[in-house]
């Protein structure tokens, strides 16, 4: 049984993430329309099975995992099935794809073909490798479904709105604060959690704004 511990996962730069998410959200969803319907890109644009499964190790924060083999994503059937994390299992597709485009050939590799090979994966590699290997999906994921001049246009919109009910100073006061309040309403747009904006508003340097 191979090793996880001497995982190492290759350095792809940030700005090199980005443009892969541009190119391939260009590519696969040239609508522009939001929020992006991650699940007809991953069954009919790419060609992927979406394989729900009762069991999936949720409680251990694995609702998604991309098969082995390449040819489906597998996914919590509980969260599947629940409306309620319609917005979780988003990201999580785009975060699969983007362990497709970013780490193919490390897929190639391990032998990885169940929840538990998957957790036992998450567990033997160091803390490091493993943040990297997941920070780089997760960077592909929210750039692809938040683009930068979409989430421009929104905090520009909420800041007029600030402004037209004399709260705008707040903004200078305590931009944490403010980004926490408004966070929940910039969210909405791009399907996505008030985290994964409040991530990608500091990621793409929109907040504070100037």
């Not at 191979?2 to 995982?7: G, I």
């Not at 083999?69 to 988003?90: H, K, P, S």
């Not at 391990?110 to 567990?123: A, G, N, S």
Request: hydrophobic share 40%; net charge negative; proline share 5%.
């Amino acid at each position: 049984m191979q090793e996880f511990s001497d995982f190492k996962c290759p350095y792809v730069d940030k700005k090199e993430i980005w443009k892969i998410a541009e190119e391939f959200r260009e590519q696969y969803w040239p609508e522009g329309t939001l929020p992006i319907d991650i699940e007809k890109i991953v069954e009919q644009k790419l060609r992927l099975n979406i394989e729900p499964k009762r069991g999936l190790l949720s409680d251990q924060d694995i609702d998604a995992y991309l098969r082995i083999d390449m040819t489906g994503i597998v996914v919590d059937e509980r969260c599947f099935m629940d409306e309620r994390f319609a917005n979780r299992l988003r990201f999580s597709y785009a975060h699969e794809i983007g362990h497709l485009l970013l780490h193919k050939d490390i897929y190639a590799q391990l032998p990885v073909h169940t929840p538990e090979d998957w957790m036992r994966f998450v567990l033997e590699v160091s803390d490091a490798e493993y943040g990297h290997f997941e920070y780089q999906a997760n960077e592909f994921a929210g750039r692809f479904l938040v683009p930068k001049h979409k989430l421009a246009i929104e905090i520009e919109e909420i800041l007029k709105k600030l402004k037209q009910n004399g709260l705008l100073h707040l903004v200078s006061q305590n931009h944490d604060a403010v980004l926490s309040r408004i966070s929940p309403a910039l969210c909405k747009p791009f399907g996505v959690s008030a985290q994964v904006i409040e991530i990608r508003v500091q990621r793409e340097n929109l907040w504070p704004p100037a």
